[in-house]
């Protein structure tokens, strides 16, 4: 049978403590206090705590404890019980604690927000090439300029100081574009998370107007020359060409492409994850059904275009540059939207498809535009055929008169 707590009284009214059974509080076993009073006729008995806590209870200590919620109880005001007193200060202190945190809040700078919560936020759910890209947005473009003032502080003119900075730095309209996106990614969050209220800053910023948009496509003897070109250079390079061109696949979703993928029985490809979001099919021509053919067939998850280590491919070889520098493609092109690119195997696609008639929505959902404003820029194309077509209807509508008008005559001669 356990022994009973023994309590030990003191000099002090009210006031009693225990003991610790083996530790020791200077020469003395530790004590532990508690103080014993009445509160509107009700006997209340409250744990202080041990002598070697960090209140470092005493007697007397104690006593005077006791000594304050009498006089509370006499004028009836301030806590009458230890609890009630406890229950106060913990209210001070999480009042204490909040508005440190409010004013914490305030004062977070662009830089710190982006380094301890956004940053580290983006690399885990974001793909490698984005969260680098944001990374070197703040670093080399926002920071320098923003990085020290408070986020919630942060207005038009900080964000047109910005945009002077990458200006002056002769960087393009598109990047200008591509840094703000960063901001608006770290406002949105910082919203999120109470710093910030309203839109973003940026919103405010005059856009700069621009065309970034490839216009330059293939002639058929250009996509010839450069096809047997790379065909003699690398047999890889020129088969993901042959694939772009003839279905208008972007190089990302060419990288992703597994065996898995290819439907040769329904001549259909799956892309997945490609940059709208959506998946979508492409359709096998018979030369590119020849090519799947004659590639070395690997395991369904396996990708159809490997690097030499036999991994994933992140970028277009230089191959294909080369080929271009010796057909002298660019020859002369000062103008980058006007430059063979490999993105103008897919925009020759594209061309190729308005050319023959194709309706822009069809179009669209081939390419995996994500609004048909993106497809519009191939209407000019469409329109030509369309006008072309008229133009075939208008030629035999008129011969059909003339035959029409030559039979008539030859019957009224014949009558």
Known sequence: MKNKTQWHATNCQGVRYREHPTRKYGALPDRYYVIRYRVNGRRIEEPLGWASSKERWTPEKARDTLAVLKANQKFAEGPQTLKEQRAIKRAEREA???????????????????DKVYYPYAKAHKKPTTHDKEEIHARLWLSPVIGDKPIRELKRLDLERVKKRLLDAKKSPRTVQYVFATFRQVWNMARGEGLVTGDSPTRQVKPLKFDNRRQR???????????????????????????????????????????????????????????????????????????????????????????????????????????????????????????????????????????????????????????????????????????????????????????????????????
Do not use: C
């Open 217 to 415: 496509f293939l002639t058929l003897d250009e996509e010839k020359a450069l096809l047997e070109n790379l065909a003699g250079r690398s047999l890889q390079v020129h088969d993901m060409s042959l694939l772009a061109l003839r279905t208008g696949m972007r190089a990302s979703e060419i990288f992703n492409l597994k065996w898995s993928h290819i439907d040769k029985e329904n001549g259909r490809i799956l892309i997945v994850d490609p940059k709208s979001g959506k998946s979508r099919y492409a359709f096998m021509t018979e030369q590119i059904k020849a090519m799947f053919a004659r590639r070395p067939k690997g395991e369904p998850g396996s990708y159809v275009f490997r690097s030499t280590a036999g991994q994933r491919i992140t970028e277009v070889s230089d191959t294909f540059k080369r080929a271009v520098d010796e057909l002298k493609l660019n020859k002369g092109i000062k103008d980058r939207r006007l430059k063979v690119t490999f993105h103008s195997t897919r925009h020759t696609h594209a061309s190729r498809l308005a050319e023959s008639g194709v309706d822009l929505y069809a179009i669209k959902t081939l390419l995996g535009h994500s609004t048909i404003q993106l497809t519009e820029r191939y209407s000019h194309l469409s329109n030509e055929a369309l006008e072309g077509a008229v133009k075939t209807l208008e030629q035999k509508t008129e011969q059909g008169k003339a035959d029409n008008l030559v039979e008539f005559k030859r019957r009224k001669k014949k009558a």
């Open 96 to 114: 204490q604690e909040a508005e440190k945190a409010r004013q914490e809040k305030e004062t977070v700078t662009f830089k710190e927000f982006f």
